[in-house]
T-cell receptor
Framework: EAQVTQNPRYLITVTGKKLTVTCSQN?????MSWYRQDPGLGLRQIYY???????DKGDVPEGYKVSRKEKRNFPLILESPSPNQTSLYFC????????????FGPGTRLTVT | AQSVTQLGSHVSVSEGALVLLRCNYS??????LFWYVQYPNQGLQLLLK??????LVKGINGFEAEFKKSETSFHLTKPSAHMSDAAEYFC??????????????FGKGTKLTVNP
């Protein structure tokens, strides 16, 4: 089954404790992206990757890092999480450019206390 | 930079009535335009998209949208609302950058309620 998977689905952590949210797709997609969703703000793009050689900042990259060492995986890293990073996070992928449909993962709900 | 404005954070319609969700964007170049739907506690699903060609785009579940360049709009419509259409709807626009990379900008969303 073609899908985007994220792990963990739910995470409660404390301020400053490094964490990684994994994202993997099995569709051989070039484009991958991370979004955060907050009430009243919609979805905001954190980072995106056109392919394994090109990664760029979205609208809200501060406090996040990403890595695209292989095509299928695009982990999101929070080196020192803070409470303002409490949010619902979505990973997405598409075949290549944005003219193609983006497929979204199920989401990761992160709480930082 | 691109921006997207969705007029009305909440829209309520009666079952069987017309659904109209408004989306305006700012763009200096022809954009790609999208509507996504999010059902409660789920991820996002593409309803429809405009890339090139015909400006009236038909999507899933009876929805359609029309790209109007002169009005910089991409409003979503459905002739007759169904209870199952209750969800949050997001308009999005592509934002091409130098070097060929593309980021996606979402509106803040419109929550649709369908009353029996």
């Amino acid at each position: 089954e073609a899908q985007v998977t994220q792990n963990p689905r739910y995470l409660i952590t404390v301020t400053g404790k490094k964490l990684t949210v994994t994202c993997s797709q099995n569709m051989n997609h070039e484009y991958m992206s991370w979004y955060r969703q907050d009430p009243g703000l919609g979805l905001r793009q954190i980072y995106y990757s056109m392919n394994v050689e090109v990664t760029d900042k979205g609208d809200v990259p501060e406090g996040y890092k990403v890595s695209r060492k292989e095509k299928r995986n695009f982990p999101l890293i929070l080196e020192s999480p803070s409470p303002n990073q409490t949010s619902l996070y979505f990973c997405a992928s598409s075949l290549s450019t944005l003219s193609y449909e983006q497929y979204f993962g199920p989401g990761t709900r992160l709480t930082v206390t | 930079a691109q921006s997207v404005t969705q007029l009305g954070s909440h829209v309520s319609v009666s079952e069987g009535a017309l659904v109209l969700l408004r989306c305006n964007y700012s763009s200096s170049v022809p954009p790609y335009l999208f509507w996504y739907v999010q059902y409660p506690n789920q991820g996002l699903q593409l309803l429809l998209k405009y890339t090139t060609g015909a400006t009236l785009v038909k999507g899933i579940n009876g929805f359609e949208a029309e790209f109007k360049k002169s009005e910089t709009s991409f409003h979503l419509t459905k002739p007759s609302a169904h209870m199952s259409d209750a969800a949050e709807y997001f308009c999005a626009v592509s934002d091409p950058r130098e070097g060929g990379s593309e980021k996606l900008v979402f509106g803040k969303g419109t929550k649709l309620t369908v009353n029996p």
